[in-house]
């Protein structure tokens, strides 16, 4: 048989060996794989907001002295159906850091959560006003919602 399958058949096309398999009757069916049960509906994308309730520290345009520290803390509110986790973050966006890293993780919060956000902050050497803006990125480095900034005139 062997011999056979290894040289061309002398049998006219449509004849052959052929071999019915044969099925033990105590024998189990094999599975190759099982179903996955699709979910009943598609989770809707949810989307992210933030909005700014109110300054708890340091308003803007107050006077500091050059190189004082200090920690501004800004009050706002997760409007967005996402819940801010590990990942989201607040990054500087325009102006001076202001002697800080330029991106803090948001704290954990769900939608409606109010939160605070807290920065240690020290004024520049020179005098002059300065602004620092804030925005709010997600994990995947989106940036949403309103930017939240710091004002200070150093004398």
Not at 58 to 63: E, F, L, N, Y
Not at 99 to 109: E, Q
Not at 136 to 149: C, K, N, R, S
Request: aromatic share 10%; charged share 20%.
């Amino acid at each position: 048989l062997l011999l056979a399958a290894c040289t061309r058949s002398s049998l006219s096309q449509g004849e052959g060996y052929f071999i019915a398999p044969s099925v033990d009757p105590n024998s189990t069916p094999l599975v190759l794989e099982t179903a996955t049960a699709l979910p009943a509906t598609p989770t809707p994308p949810c989307d992210n907001h933030m909005v700014f309730l109110q300054d708890l520290t340091i308003p803007d345009g107050t006077v500091m002295a050059a190189r004082n520290r200090f920690e501004k803390v800004w009050q706002v509110r997760n409007d967005g159906s996402c819940p801010w986790t590990r990942g989201y973050t607040l990054k500087l966006e325009d102006g001076p850091s202001l002697g800080v890293l330029t991106r803090y993780p948001l704290p954990a919060s769900s939608q409606g959560d109010t939160v605070e956000l807290v920065v240690e902050f020290t004024a520049p050497d020179e005098a002059g006003v300065y602004r620092s803006s804030w925005r709010a990125h997600d994990f995947g480095g989106e940036p949403f919602g309103v930017l939240i900034y710091l004002e200070i005139v150093v004398q």
